[in-house]
């Protein structure tokens, strides 16, 4: 496959970014004639419970490099906190039924994004199992049909979750960052689910380092893109908000220079070659992002 194809994921991790973010960027899509993938947080925005990660490598670093207050907002990082979580998707699930209405591709992140972000290695089988068993409950009352597909927050995964994922019977599953599409291997077990990982690193990773600005970063990520599929995560906090401008300029050059952008699972479709190859999943730390993602390897 020498085309070079553009697949374009959305992580919908907060009430904020769902509800500014979200119709900002189906404006951007609209405007440009293209379609996405969205993953939705439908639960409890817990994002103030994030200031439990201060110690980690690199968070620190990372929150300054983004502008974090600016980013998410004060009152999102005080949610769960100081303030009470409030239901994501509940609050004006219009706007869920708006993407699938428009032709986007639609899936599961998460019901508390911030407890599989930060708990999903020590949390208990049944509680990973309810958690998700809510979020797609959610999905299916509120749109009338099943997901096909889901994408775990912040690149984490267990291989417990990965054969829930596989009970599930989803069409794909984009939890990982890597190269290609691939069938996972984790903890001396073999799934069956494809994974269409992450292949290009996010605006949040990049901002700030290396010299990268607003008028640079996306001359970089053109760089980045390299003949066959290319999947480029973002997230309607920052370039559904304050970095809609950006997005809308980088697509307009992928179009440009004849690049199509699609959904994931399209994409998916469209691959030409037989059976995917099998890969390990393994747990690595990579550029500009704070703590472990599950990563592609071999």
């Given at each position: 496959?020498d085309?070079?194809?553009l697949?374009?994921?959305?992580?919908v991790?907060?009430?904020?970014?769902?509800?500014e973010?979200t119709?900002?960027?189906?404006?951007?899509?609209?405007k440009?004639?293209v379609?996405?993938?969205?993953?939705f947080s439908?639960?409890?925005?817990?994002?103030?419970?994030?200031?439990?990660?201060?110690?980690?490598?690199?968070?620190?670093?990372?929150?300054?490099?983004?502008?974090?207050?600016?980013?998410?907002?004060?009152?999102?990082?005080?949610?769960?906190?100081?303030l009470?979580?409030?239901?994501?998707?509940?609050?004006?699930?219009?706007?869920?039924?708006?993407?699938?209405s428009?032709?986007?591709?639609?899936?599961?992140?998460?019901?508390?994004?911030?407890?599989?972000?930060?708990?999903?290695?020590r949390?208990?089988?049944?509680?990973?199992?309810?958690?998700?068993?809510?979020?797609?409950?959610m999905f299916?009352?509120l749109?009338?049909?099943?997901?096909?597909?889901?994408?775990?927050?912040?690149?984490?995964?267990?291989?417990?979750?990965?054969?829930?994922?596989?009970?599930?019977?989803?069409?794909?599953c984009?939890?990982?960052?890597?190269?290609s599409p691939?069938i996972?291997?984790?903890?001396?077990?073999?799934f069956?689910?494809?994974?269409v990982?992450?292949?290009l690193?996010?605006?949040?990773?990049?901002?700030?380092?290396?010299?990268?600005?607003d008028?640079?970063?996306?001359?970089?990520?053109?760089?980045?893109?390299k003949?066959?599929?290319?999947?480029?995560?973002?997230h309607?906090?920052?370039?559904?908000?304050?970095?809609?401008?950006?997005?809308?300029?980088?697509?307009?050059?992928?179009i440009?220079?004849?690049?199509?952008?699609?959904?994931?699972?399209?994409?998916l479709?469209?691959?030409?070659g037989?059976?995917?190859?099998?890969?390990?999943?393994?747990?690595?730390?990579?550029?500009?992002?704070?703590?472990?993602?599950a990563?592609?390897?071999?």
């Amino acid at each position: 496959m020498d085309e070079k194809v553009l697949a374009l994921k959305v992580d919908v991790d907060t009430l904020k970014g769902y509800l500014e973010g979200t119709p900002r960027l189906l404006g951007v899509f609209g405007k440009l004639e293209v379609r996405a993938s969205f993953f939705f947080s439908f639960g409890p925005d817990n994002s103030g419970k994030a200031i439990k990660r201060v110690f980690r490598k690199g968070f620190i670093n990372k929150m300054l490099r983004t502008n974090a207050p600016g980013t998410y907002g004060l009152k999102t990082m005080m949610y769960g906190t100081i303030l009470p979580a409030p239901l994501i998707v509940p609050r004006d699930p219009a706007l869920f039924r708006r993407a699938i209405s428009e032709g986007h591709e639609c899936g599961i992140h998460a019901w508390d994004h911030v407890a599989w972000q930060d708990e999903l290695d020590r949390m208990a089988d049944a509680t990973m199992r309810e958690h998700f068993a809510r979020a797609f409950d959610m999905f299916r009352d509120l749109s009338g049909g099943e997901p096909h597909c889901c994408a775990a927050p912040a690149w984490k995964v267990t291989a417990a979750s990965l054969t829930m994922q596989d009970e599930y019977g989803f069409d794909y599953c984009s939890d990982t960052r890597g190269s290609s599409p691939f069938i996972p291997r984790m903890g001396g077990m073999t799934f069956k689910t494809p994974q269409v990982p992450t292949t290009l690193p996010t605006m949040d990773e990049l901002l700030g380092s290396d010299g990268l600005d607003d008028d640079s970063i996306n001359s970089h990520l053109l760089d980045l893109i390299k003949p066959g599929l290319n999947v480029h995560t973002i997230h309607t906090e920052m370039e559904g908000r304050a970095k809609a401008r950006i997005l809308e300029d980088f697509l307009s050059r992928c179009i440009g220079l004849g690049i199509p952008v699609i959904p994931v699972g399209e994409a998916l479709k469209n691959l030409q070659g037989g059976d995917l190859p099998f890969s390990d999943v393994v747990d690595r730390e990579i550029p500009g992002r704070a703590g472990k993602v599950a990563v592609q390897s071999g």
